[in-house]
Nanobody, 124 residues
Framework: QVQLVESGGGLVQAGGSLRLSCAASGRTFSRFALGWFRQSLWKEREFVTTVDWSGDSISYTDSVKGRFTISRDNAKNTVYLQMNSLKPEDTAVYYC?????????????????WGQGTQVTVSS
């Protein structure tokens, strides 16, 4: 079993930065692809970014390219999301997710483990 716990959310002004962390328990963490998703009020949960087990293969949704960076530290069982140049439309609950598949995937149904989420609010 894998448990994921996010931290680092908060309130920030537009143009600011936040760094989210997701700490995982479980011995197989290093074999998992990991992703970040977000859900805004009245909207479905959407893909943000994903990284494969090695950290070498990464994908971003178009709206965050050049602003967000995903990384992972398998020794610390942690995945990070550095968010720069934040915009009000980035406001959402951000979820960390783990897929038992080692390769990256943008498909929400291919993620097997989910954190509880952390709120990110960007004021204009």
């Amino acid at each position: 079993q894998v448990q994921l716990v996010e931290s680092g959310g908060g309130l920030v002004q537009a143009g600011g930065s936040l760094r989210l962390s997701c700490a995982a328990s479980g011995r197989t963490f290093s074999r998992f692809a990991l992703g970040w998703f977000r859900q805004s009020l009245w909207k479905e949960r959407e893909f943000v970014t994903t990284v494969d087990w090695s950290g070498d293969s990464i994908s971003y949704t178009d709206s965050v390219k050049g602003r967000f960076t995903i990384s992972r530290d398998n020794a610390k069982n942690t995945v990070y999301l550095q968010m720069n140049s934040l915009k009000p439309e980035d406001t959402a609950v951000y979820y960390c997710a783990g897929s038992a598949r080692p390769a990256i995937t943008t498909m929400i149904r291919q993620y097997d483990y989910w954190g509880q989420g952390t709120q990110v609010t960007v004021s204009s």
